[in-house]
């Protein structure tokens, strides 16, 4: 029978307070897991808290900032001795900036790649050990369309998550003969926070020209939702994937498939 289940599981999703992370930290626990999650900040972690508990799940949260190595060390070795480690880790937490790159200081382009390839680098570094002493153990970094696309103002997010495209594929050579499967999921344009600047409406009350252009962009003519993720996300947690690796899952609505609307 195929299994979707996740009984048993213990999985950690990074920065998983709202949006992408805590969508697919509720599908994890639909399907069984127990859910571990962490932030930089600790008004970060008290919304989760909130959230976590008006979704009535029973979440453990940590105080702990992804791109400090230590910290993330000590989370995994407590995560360890409490909960028995990290069976799924889904590196989802990250950050962009909107700059034009000639204007861009080179400590927000730093920041950037830290944050969103350096930051799973440590997290996947600190979960491996644990993995191949249990036998198994699934990765699940989050990349977007910028790993297979560029555009103004995103240079520093997009050589990140091209980046962290390639860790996935490294991640699966170097660690697959432990059972250990690292895939990714790229979404596309989903309606977040990180996202709203893009969404906003217009003095006039028209729609942000980018959330026109994304419209026409998108073959299911609309943005995605941190719900069209969970579907997605259990597949490549649970043992239904057990044989894909290396792989990254482009949950776009049709975006990349597509050449674009033509001028009427
Ligand atoms: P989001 O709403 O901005 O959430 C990202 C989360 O990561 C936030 O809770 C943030 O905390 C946390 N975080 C940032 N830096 C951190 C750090 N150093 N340590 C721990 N936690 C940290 O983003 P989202 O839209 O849900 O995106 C989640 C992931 O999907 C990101 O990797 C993003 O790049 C990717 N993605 C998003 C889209 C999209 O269209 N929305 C598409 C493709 C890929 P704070 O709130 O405290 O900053
Ligand atoms: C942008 C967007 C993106 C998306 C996403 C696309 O400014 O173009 O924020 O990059 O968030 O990553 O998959």
């Not at 897991?33 to 949260?61: C, F, P, R, V, W």
């Amino acid at each position: 029978m195929v299994n979707f289940s996740l009984e048993g599981k213990v999985a950690l999703i990074t920065g998983a307070v709202y949006g992408i992370g805590f969508a697919i930290a509720k599908a994890f626990h639909e399907a069984g897991a127990k859910i571990i999650y962490n932030n930089n900040t600790q008004s970060g972690l008290d919304m989760g808290a909130e959230n976590y508990k008006e979704a009535g799940i029973d979440a453990k949260g940590y105080l702990c900032d992804v791109t400090d190595e230590k910290a993330v060390q000590e989370m995994i070795a407590d995560i360890d001795k409490n909960y028995g480690g990290v069976d799924i880790l889904v590196n989802n937490a990250g950050i962009i900036k909107r700059i034009p790159m000639h204007e861009m200081a080179v400590e927000d382009f730093r920041l950037v790649v830290d944050i969103d390839l350096v930051a799973p680098f440590i997290c996947a570094k600190a979960v491996i050990p644990g993995m191949i002493k249990k036998g198994h153990g699934k990765i699940i970094n989050i990349c977007s369309m910028m790993s297979e696309l560029g555009r103004e103002t995103v240079s520093a997010y997009a050589a990140a998550k091209g980046g962290l495209k390639m860790l996935t594929r490294n991640i699966c050579s170097e660690y697959g003969e432990y059972n250990i499967q690292c895939n990714a999921i790229g979404p596309g344009y989903i309606a977040t926070p990180q996202t709203a600047p893009l969404r906003e409406i217009q003095p006039d009350g028209s729609r942000h020209p980018f959330d026109q252009f994304i419209i026409a962009k998108t073959p299911a003519a609309r943005w995605g939702t941190p719900e069209d993720l969970m579907g997605p996300a259990v597949f490549l947690a649970s043992d239904a994937s057990n044989f894909v690796n290396g792989h990254v899952l482009y949950v776009d609505g049709g975006i990349l498939a597509y050449i674009g609307k033509q001028p009427k």
